[in-house]
């Protein structure tokens, strides 16, 4: 009878637990790239309003030396605006938006004067609060839309988020003006959606968030950090012997406080290491390693192999130790085993620690989700023989540490899926990961009776498997080279691109042209080509339908093979003498490129 209930007891535990850690999975998140071009502060001219009352808004943005962004209204319509954009924020209504006056200056990419902003730059507005509006506490969201260029090029566009926390005050007492700076660059603008979810438990109290960090805590006991260290544990305390149910709670609670002492060291140092700590999170690498390490302990879950605590800890402080203090350094020992796995699954609350430089504040936290981490330890150690009395394993057991596993490859999946959106071949990302995965587990971790040759063979595949990834993954990560920027053609395009003042390169192409491919691969990726190519308007005839524009044009221009490269002056006239029929390597194009350029000058 004790038994059964004894087992529905943890039945009944374990439920309750992974609903708190199905709910609370959305807080493990990781940290958004931000831009290395802009920074932004946002300013509110008030932190509390009263309904109906106006406020302003101020964001300033500081441009990194030597870049500029377009300005709010570029005169090339290929050029990206900067748009500073508020989210629909029920209650309030958003002003009309203010941009400073735009320097122009000249670029080596473009033959005309740009309309830029540069070093530091405002941009206000205002926001007004509706009379009816029902809510204390409201959050304006909005991002500042740019894109960033140098002398020589222009980057992809980019949007850096912000969110401005706003009290709504129904008394009559003044709220006054503050002009109080709302968001830091070191802070908000680097959190991500998960980030601030976990901000924003703590800014509801004190009490709150060590409640609901207890609560993490607990959902720890769940995740496969702590299985190594079961054993351990269970070794420990039954070694104490016989003891008075005081005493027992003595050593209990010491060894609680240990693994607490742990894990307020882990918020503490991500309080104290600031931003530096949280970009970690943001290298896609470090993201690789902790997706990796989950993976392998998935792995571990399917019995490829046993997550084991080193023999001689298990026997020096298992057993050897008695007492309280015996009880902390074991408490401490565990704390140090769990901490950095549990650092991967619980990366939203260490980064979100870390970027808002919370030492004092983190360690307490952190030590509240260490004594949350210990509870069932406590509980176990204070009821009388339980520890003997646990279900015995069997294939139930199986089945739950495959369950932990399916999990565990979720979670991989969810830290691995931004990194590859970000990636310029997803395919070979994930390509890549699997073969350093499967390189780590074939050759080194999947245990397994091998001996002599064989072995051998074993890790040098395993060597190769992982270093073919490590490749695979970079390249793909890898920032893609600049390409010629096509124009498709549409009739009137050359007449178009005659207004700007370029000569024009026209090419007929399709893709069933293995000569054209070839040009693709050898001569248009030249970065001397690509570069002479921003002085052109290039236009490109897609011939692979031979629809009416293609058959039409070729006529017109008398072109009977493909590729064909014809050259045009600014005024559209073509230069007969620069044309070219088949595969021209980057030498002889460049030549016939300055040409061009050459000739359009002198006119």
């Not at 650092?343 to 936290?365: N, Q």
């Not at 990834?469 to 010629?484: D, L, N, R, S, T």
């Not at 003042?501 to 192409?509: A, H, M």
């Not at 005839?541 to 293609?550: A, E, H, K, L, Y």
């Amino acid at each position: 009878m004790v038994k059964r209930s004894l087992t529905g007891f943890f039945l009944f535990i374990s439920v309750q637990i992974i609903v708190a850690c199905l709910t609370l999975l959305p807080c493990f998140g990781q940290t958004g790239a931000g831009s290395d071009i802009v920074r932004i502060e946002v300013h509110a001219s008030q932190h509390t309003v009263h309904p109906s009352e106006s406020f302003g808004i101020t964001v300033t943005a500081t441009i990194k030396e030597g870049f500029h962004i377009n300005s709010h209204q570029p005169p090339d319509k290929f050029l990206v605006p900067t748009v500073l954009r508020f989210n629909a924020t029920e209650g309030i209504d958003f002003g009309p938006v203010t941009y400073p006056e735009p320097t122009l200056k000249s670029f080596a990419f473009s033959n005309k004067m740009m309309s830029v902003f540069e070093n530091r730059i405002r941009i206000d507005s205002t926001a007004a609060v509706s009379s009816d509006i029902s809510a204390k506490k409201v959050r304006l969201t909005g991002h500042l839309d740019f894109q960033g260029c140098d002398d020589t090029r222009c980057f992809r566009p980019q949007s850096l988020n912000f969110e401005i926390p706003l009290k709504i005050v129904y008394s009559a007492a003044s709220t006054g003006l503050t002009n109080q700076k709302i968001v830091e660059p070191e802070t908000d603008l680097d959190l991500t959606p998960d980030e601030r979810r976990a901000r924003e438990v703590i800014e509801e109290g004190l009490l709150y968030a060590l409640i609901a960090f207890f609560l993490f805590g607990l959902t720890l006991n769940l995740t496969p950090c702590v299985y190594p260290v079961i054993p351990m544990t269970i070794g420990f305390f039954s070694a104490q012997g016989e003891q008075k149910r005081l005493t027992m709670f003595f050593l209990a609670s010491s060894y609680v406080l240990g693994i607490a002492v742990i894990f307020s060291l882990l918020g503490m140092i991500s309080g104290l290491a600031g931003k530096q700590w949280g970009f970690l999170f943001q290298n896609t690498w470090f993201v690789i390693i902790i997706s990796l390490i989950i993976l392998s302990m998935s792995a571990a879950m399917f019995g490829a192999f046993e997550i084991r605590v080193p023999s001689f800890l298990m026997n020096h402080l298992g057993k050897s130790r008695q007492g309280a203090i015996g009880s902390f350094l074991m408490g401490l020992t565990v704390g140090v085993v769990v901490a950095p796995c549990a650092a991967g699954i619980i990366i939203g609350l260490v980064g979100v620690i870390a970027k808002l430089g919370m030492a004092a504040k983190g360690a307490l936290l952190f030590f509240a989700m260490g004594l949350g981490l210990g509870l069932p330890y406590l509980v176990l150690a204070m009821s009388s023989g339980l520890l003997h009395r646990l279900p015995q394993s069997g294939m139930w057991m199986v089945w739950v540490r495959k369950l932990f596993g399916i999990i565990l490859i979720g979670v991989a999946i969810y830290f691995l899926v931004p990194q590859a959106g970000a990636a310029n071949d997803q395919q070979g990302f994930f390509i890549g990961v699997l073969m350093i995965f499967g390189g780590l587990l074939l050759g080194f971790l999947e245990r397994g009776q091998y001996t002599g040759l064989f072995k051998i063979i074993r890790a040098l595949l395993g060597c190769l498997l992982i270093v073919a990834g490590i490749f695979m993954v970079q390249q793909a990560i890898a920032p893609q080279a600049e390409k010629i920027e096509w124009i498709p053609y549409t009739n009137g395009s050359i007449e178009q691109s005659t207004q700007q003042g370029r000569p024009i390169l026209l090419e007929f192409t399709a893709d069933w042209c293995s000569v054209c491919k070839e040009l693709d691969r050898k001569t248009y990726i030249d970065e001397h080509i690509v570069k002479m190519s921003r002085e052109f308007s290039m236009i490109q005839v897609d011939c692979t339908s031979s629809d009416n524009i293609c058959v039409s044009q070729a006529k017109r221009l008398k072109v009977f093979g493909l590729p064909t490269i014809i050259f045009f002056n600014a005024k559209g006239e073509e230069l007969h003498n620069l044309r070219v029929v088949g595969f021209v390597g980057p030498d002889e194009l460049m030549k016939k490129m300055e040409k061009a350029v050459g000739e359009t000058i002198e006119e």
